[in-house]
């Protein structure tokens, strides 16, 4: 029989899209363990990510420029909480110093290996699961034997009327609300290889709404606001007729998943709004270009598509990103199109 739990820290610390996949771990979690104290920490600009979370007891917060010393303070903390079970599924130094002389630690298997030989040598080590399982889910396998299982409902992420509030104003005074469809571009990501070139967006959004009509909303923060702006100036030149809010970097997090909650289609990279517009159920086409299936990154959603460039021999060529393409000609992105995207888009939206 798997043992009780009654107290437990899950850890990860950053970034936007690992938060949002773990919350399929918080939910079965606690619908294993209806009763137990579920705390989760996490860097301080993730908060807002799980502080809606009904799942969760408590949201532990490291600060924004944290040091060592606060790293230390944490860990006393934590120590003096006593948990009977601490969930580390970030697995780095900082996870593992806070879990020092703790009872019970379970973390989840990475695959570092198997991710080394694709990105290095194309060796495929992952086994013929098709389609590779999602990280989400393989965060379950750190708790697996205490009979926490997938119950197929997905990503998600909590939203309060202040959220929805924001989110309408924002579109009331963009002259986009109940405008259909609206399209949601979120065309930025942390990695410069992982961002598909924005004259590209701004094509495949003009073939998908010059017939029908319909808006644009452009979502990203505030370092995503340059990329944004150049899709803006792109989407001015080539559908002048269509109407843009450029949103980058005026909201929250869940305030973003509160305009995306009006978007009949988002188009985005392999980010972390993506993840979000996931966990939100939006429809969803996302282009990827350097990273692939295998590493466990794809949208985990009912209605999503991604477009890639398959047969290249250098693909993978990182698992996270990187500012440039090792090989300078960056075919991963170049040659995938703006129509390929449009089509798969009108695929999306064809109920």
Known sequence: MAPSVAKTLIIRFSS????????????????????????????????DLLRGNPHLTRVLEFPAGGTFADLTELRRKVQAANYDLIVDIHGNLRSRYLCLASRRVRRYHKRTLARRALVLCKWNLYGHEDPPPSVALRYLGAVRHLGVADDGEGLEVFLDDHDRNVARSQLQQAGLEGVHPLLGIAPSARHRTKIWPPDRYARAATRLLSQRGGGVALLGAEHDRET???????LHRSAPGIPIANLA???????????????????????????????????????????????????????????????????????????????????????TSAEEVA?????????
Do not use: W
């Open 249 to 335: 970097g005026t909201m929250s997090l869940t305030e973003t998943a509160a305009v995306m909650d009006h978007c009949d289609l988002l188009l985005t990279n392999d980010s972390g709004l993506m993840h979000l517009g996931a966990a939100r159920k939006r429809p969803l086409v996302a282009v990827f270009g350097p990273t692939v299936r295998e590493f466990g990154f794809f949208p985990l959603g009912p209605r999503t598509i991604v477009v890639e460039r398959r047969g290249l021999s250098c693909r993978p060529c990182t698992t996270i990103g990187s500012s440039r393409c090792p090989r300078g000609h960056f075919r991963c992105m170049l040659e």
């Open 16 to 47: 936007v899209g690992d938060i949002i996949l773990s919350s399929l771990l918080i939910r079965t979690f606690r619908r294993r363990f209806p009763d137990a104290q579920i705390d989760f920490l996490v860097k301080a600009e993730y908060a």
């Open 228 to 234: 944004c702006h150049t899709l803006q100036e792109e």
């Open 343 to 351: 089509g798969a888009a009108e695929q999306v939206l064809t109920p």
